[in-house]
């Protein structure tokens, strides 16, 4: 599904990444980890293809096809879904319309029938409910005052009605206490699937407990430096980043 | 099909000055109250002209355009097209000007409303005369009361309710001077609209002043839509004043014209009145639209709240001025001013000028300009969620702009839902048109 090979890329003329190798298949689940700063979240927005990274060496390969080619809204309509770490604030655009905007933007460039608001409405408050996000919450302008669980909550719900192929997500885990990531570990988890693949970025083994890893990959200094199993994560929480980053 | 007429040299300022000499004969005719406004209005505006960028209040205005440049008009064909604009699908009465000139009466109107032309009112009634505001100080309303053409006079008797808006429709195609003087006795109750317009690529001048006059309890619900011709130069002189109890709910949408002044000049002359003047500017090209308010509270309670919204495209120019004075016996007074640019280009350009003048000691006063561009984080977030581009761009701008769209405070007459809808409308269909120019 994924193909990185050797990706480098910069940012206002500082390296960032620096020869990145990785394939994802399939109904595969991989966990990133890594200290601050080793661009665990430049490589996410390589992927949904921010603009103001500059790919200096390397390919990208989705499905066969060079992903670095396409826009953004390309490459959500192929479905390539970014979780993000901060999700962004919009005033005055309530998140149902946002929502429906999505979703029809992304039926319409794959040729599928628009759905109307009724049939956006019931997809939208099934998966809603999952993850206890309330009416009066969709009716809001999309993440303009809601809390830090709110957001991520608000995250996953859209990659649940969007069912993308390839979820990359970017430390959702951040700000969240234990409850709200229990309903977000499940919601994830929800969403594994066999034509689905995981790319999840965080900082500690915790939300791993309810996303369980099929690899996980140690990032330091924009290089993968190790890569194993769900055992590796486990290593990293007793021993910390400095022994497998130096060693 | 627009023609020109042939070899014109003259600037427009150059000609208005002709017009006023070879009209200053006819006045013989007109009453002795009018005579002596217009003659007063004649000397005014022969004195000065056309202001310049010396003076303060249009100081970020350039009109060397109307005093040095050839002015062209096209040959008025007095004919009027058909309805277009924010507006159009409304059900209200409607008088039809063109080029100023009332196009037949108005049909149908209900007792209690008087919707006439100004010129015939004025023939009627002289006493009429004395509603019109002096014109010292204003060279535009001068310029107006010089030569005026006609316009509509519009008068709601005491306690009447009218159960569907009143829509005025300046169709343009020639200079004009427009007056409209609305007077509501108390109690009464209007939802006027206002479309102005001329065929596409139509130059023109026109002159627009309008006197407001509230009394205690009136309520005005006024809404414009200046759609002129790209070539077009609008300018809009609005003079209200509120008694007590009042509510006047103002919105402009700024489209059109190639240059254009919208000034307001409130007084609240009454206790515990509600003022809101609000407004959307959406300019490209090399359009330059001017806001300027003057919000003088004079009286205790009172509420007033201006909120405006701008997007700028390509090398337009916005201009915001806006005064709120608190006199010393408005205590109390709860005023607030909000108005924020953005720019879609790096040519685009917004002057904005806030300014407070407080006399009175227990008053809340807010305000704030900023000028901004479009959150690049923001849009990168709708792109990520599979919304095109373009798309995700009008969504965000619809979003700012509605800040202002939202102010609407509709009326029994029609509700603000339906007049919101009307004008998110116009203003999608001006961003889908913007982005399919870019995307050639």
């Given at each position: 599904?994924l193909?990185?090979?050797?990706?480098?890329?910069?940012?206002?003329g500082?390296?960032?990444?620096?020869?990145?190798?990785l394939?994802?298949k399939?109904?595969?689940?991989?966990a990133?980890?890594g200290?601050?700063?080793?661009g665990?979240?430049t490589?996410s927005?390589?992927?949904?293809?921010?603009?103001?990274?500059e790919?200096?060496?390397?390919?990208?390969?989705?499905f066969?096809?060079?992903?670095?080619?396409?826009?953004?809204?390309a490459?959500?309509?192929?479905?390539?879904?970014?979780?993000f770490?901060?999700?962004?604030?919009?005033?005055?655009?309530?998140t149902?319309?946002f929502?429906?905007?999505?979703?029809n933007?992304q039926?319409?460039?794959?040729g599928?029938?628009?759905?109307?608001?009724?049939?956006?409405?019931k997809?939208?408050?099934?998966?809603?409910?999952?993850?206890?996000?309330s009416a009066?919450?969709?009716?809001?302008?999309?993440?303009?005052?809601?809390?830090?669980?709110?957001?991520?909550?608000?995250?996953?719900?859209?990659?649940?009605v969007?069912?993308p192929?390839l979820?990359?997500?970017?430390e959702?885990?951040?700000g969240l206490?234990?409850?709200?990531?229990?309903l977000?570990?499940d919601?994830?988890?929800?969403?594994?699937a066999?034509?689905?693949a995981?790319?999840?970025?965080?900082?500690?083994q915790?939300?791993?407990?309810?996303i369980?890893p099929?690899?996980?990959h140690v990032?330091?200094?924009?290089?993968?430096?190790?890569?194993?199993?769900?055992e590796l994560a486990?290593?990293?929480d007793?021993?910390?980043?400095?022994?497998?980053?130096?060693? | 099909?627009?023609k020109w007429?042939?070899?014109?040299?003259a600037?427009l300022?150059?000609?208005?000055?002709?017009?006023?000499?070879?009209?200053?004969?006819?006045?013989?005719s007109?009453?002795?109250?009018?005579?002596?406004?217009?003659?007063?209005?004649?000397?005014?505006f022969?004195?000065?002209?056309?202001?310049?960028?010396?003076?303060?209040?249009?100081?970020?205005?350039?009109?060397?355009?109307l005093?040095?440049?050839?002015?062209?008009v096209?040959?008025p064909?007095a004919?009027?097209?058909?309805?277009?604009?924010a507006f159009?699908?409304?059900?209200?009465?409607?008088?039809?000007f063109?080029?100023?000139?009332?196009?037949?009466?108005?049909?149908?109107?209900p007792?209690?409303?008087?919707a006439q032309?100004?010129?015939?009112?004025?023939?009627?009634?002289?006493?009429?005369a004395?509603?019109?505001?002096?014109?010292?100080?204003?060279?535009?309303?001068?310029l107006?009361t010089?030569?005026?053409?006609?316009?509509?006079?519009?008068?709601?008797?005491?306690?009447?309710q009218?159960?569907?808006?009143?829509?005025?429709?300046?169709?343009?195609?020639?200079?004009?001077?427009?007056?409209?003087?609305?007077v509501l006795?108390?109690?009464?109750?209007?939802?006027?609209?206002?479309?102005?317009?001329?065929?596409?690529?139509?130059?023109?001048?026109?002159?627009?002043?309008?006197?407001?006059?509230?009394?205690?309890g009136?309520?005005?619900?006024?809404?414009?839509d200046?759609?002129?011709?790209?070539?077009a130069?609008?300018?809009?002189?609005l003079?209200?004043?509120?008694?007590?109890?009042?509510?006047?709910?103002?919105?402009?949408?700024?489209?059109?014209?190639?240059?254009?002044?919208s000034?307001?000049?409130?007084?609240i002359?009454?206790?515990?009145?509600?003022?809101?003047?609000n407004?959307v500017?959406m300019?490209?090209?090399s359009?330059?639209?001017?806001t300027?308010?003057?919000?003088?509270?004079?009286a205790?309670?009172?509420?007033s709240?201006?909120?405006?919204?701008?997007?700028?495209?390509?090398k337009?120019?916005?201009i915001f001025?806006?005064?709120?004075?608190?006199?010393?016996?408005?205590?109390?007074?709860?005023?607030?001013?909000?108005?924020?640019?953005?720019?879609?280009?790096?040519?685009?350009?917004?002057?904005?000028?806030?300014?407070l003048?407080?006399?009175?000691?227990d008053?809340?006063?807010?305000?704030g300009?900023?000028?901004?561009?479009?959150?690049?984080?923001?849009?990168?977030?709708?792109?990520?969620?599979?919304?095109?581009?373009?798309?995700?761009r009008?969504?965000?701008?619809?979003?700012?702009?509605d800040?202002?769209?939202?102010q609407?405070?509709?009326?029994?007459?029609?509700d603000?839902?339906?007049?919101?809808?009307?004008?998110?409308?116009?203003?999608?269909?001006?961003l889908?048109?913007?982005?399919?120019?870019?995307?050639?």
């Amino acid at each position: 599904m994924l193909e990185i090979k050797n990706l480098h890329v910069s940012a206002g003329g500082q390296e960032i990444l620096r020869g990145i190798d990785l394939v994802v298949k399939a109904g595969e689940v991989h966990a990133i980890m890594g200290p601050n700063g080793s661009g665990k979240s430049t490589l996410s927005y390589i992927l949904a293809g921010r603009p103001g990274y500059e790919i200096t060496q390397g390919s990208v390969l989705y499905f066969g096809e060079d992903l670095t080619a396409m826009p953004p809204e390309a490459r959500a309509a192929k479905g390539i879904f970014l979780g993000f770490q901060y999700p962004v604030e919009i005033p005055g655009v309530a998140t149902m319309t946002f929502l429906k905007h999505a979703i029809n933007a992304q039926r319409k460039s794959r040729g599928e029938d628009e759905l109307d608001a009724m049939g956006v409405m019931k997809l939208v408050q099934r998966e809603a409910g999952k993850l206890k996000i309330s009416a009066d919450m969709l009716k809001r302008p999309v993440n303009a005052g809601f809390s830090g669980g709110e957001k991520k909550r608000c995250e996953i719900l859209q990659m649940a009605v969007l069912q993308p192929l390839l979820a990359v997500l970017d430390e959702t885990d951040s700000g969240l206490d234990v409850d709200a990531l229990r309903l977000v570990g499940d919601g994830v988890t929800g969403l594994r699937a066999p034509d689905r693949a995981m790319i999840v970025i965080t900082h500690y083994q915790r939300l791993l407990d309810h996303i369980v890893p099929d690899f996980v990959h140690v990032l330091a200094k924009g290089k993968i430096t190790r890569s194993g199993g769900k055992e590796l994560a486990l290593e990293l929480d007793r021993e910390g980043y400095g022994e497998v980053v130096n060693g | 099909m627009v023609k020109w007429s042939m070899a014109e040299t003259a600037t427009l300022e150059h000609s208005l000055l002709s017009e006023i000499k070879a009209q200053e004969a006819g006045l013989a005719s007109v009453s002795p109250r009018l005579r002596a406004m217009r003659q007063n209005a004649m000397k005014l505006f022969s004195e000065t002209g056309f202001p310049t960028r010396k003076d303060e209040a249009w100081r970020w205005t350039d009109l060397s355009l109307l005093r040095e440049q050839p002015h062209r008009v096209t040959v008025p064909a007095a004919d009027f097209q058909k309805l277009e604009g924010a507006f159009a699908d409304i059900d209200a009465w409607r008088l039809i000007f063109v080029n100023g000139v009332l196009q037949g009466e108005a049909s149908d109107l209900p007792p209690g409303l008087c919707a006439q032309s100004l010129r015939a009112a004025l023939q009627d009634d002289a006493v009429i005369a004395d509603r019109l505001r002096d014109s010292a100080g204003a060279p535009f309303l001068a310029l107006n009361t010089a030569l005026l053409n006609d316009g509509a006079y519009i008068c709601v008797a005491a306690d009447t309710q009218l159960s569907k808006p009143l829509h005025l429709v300046f169709f343009n195609t020639g200079n004009a001077q427009i007056r409209n003087l609305v007077v509501l006795e108390p109690r009464a109750n209007l939802m006027l609209f206002e479309s102005h317009y001329g065929p596409t690529g139509a130059e023109y001048f026109v002159n627009n002043a309008s006197d407001v006059q509230l009394g205690e309890g009136a309520r005005l619900a006024h809404y414009r839509d200046q759609a002129e011709s790209q070539n077009a130069l609008h300018f809009h002189f609005l003079n209200a004043r509120l008694d007590a109890h009042t509510v006047y709910d103002g919105f402009t949408l700024t489209r059109g014209a190639r240059l254009s002044r919208s000034e307001a000049h409130v007084e609240i002359a009454g206790s515990d009145a509600l003022c809101g003047l609000n407004g959307v500017s959406m300019l490209n090209g090399s359009q330059i639209a001017d806001t300027t308010c003057v919000m003088n509270h004079r009286a205790p309670g009172s509420r007033s709240n201006q909120m405006f919204r701008s997007v700028l495209d390509g090398k337009s120019q916005g201009i915001f001025q806006g005064l709120i004075r608190v006199a010393k016996p408005a205590q109390r007074t709860d005023a607030t001013q909000q108005i924020k640019a953005m720019l879609l280009s790096p040519h685009a350009v917004q002057n904005s000028k806030p300014e407070l003048e407080i006399f009175a000691d227990d008053v809340k006063c807010a305000h704030g300009a900023s000028v901004g561009q479009l959150d690049e984080a923001a849009l990168f977030y709708l792109r990520a969620r599979g919304i095109a581009e373009a798309q995700a761009r009008a969504l965000l701008i619809g979003a700012f702009l509605d800040d202002a769209v939202s102010q609407i405070q509709g009326s029994d007459a029609l509700d603000a839902g339906q007049i919101q809808l009307n004008i998110r409308d116009t203003i999608n269909t001006w961003l889908a048109q913007k982005l399919v120019i870019e995307n050639v």
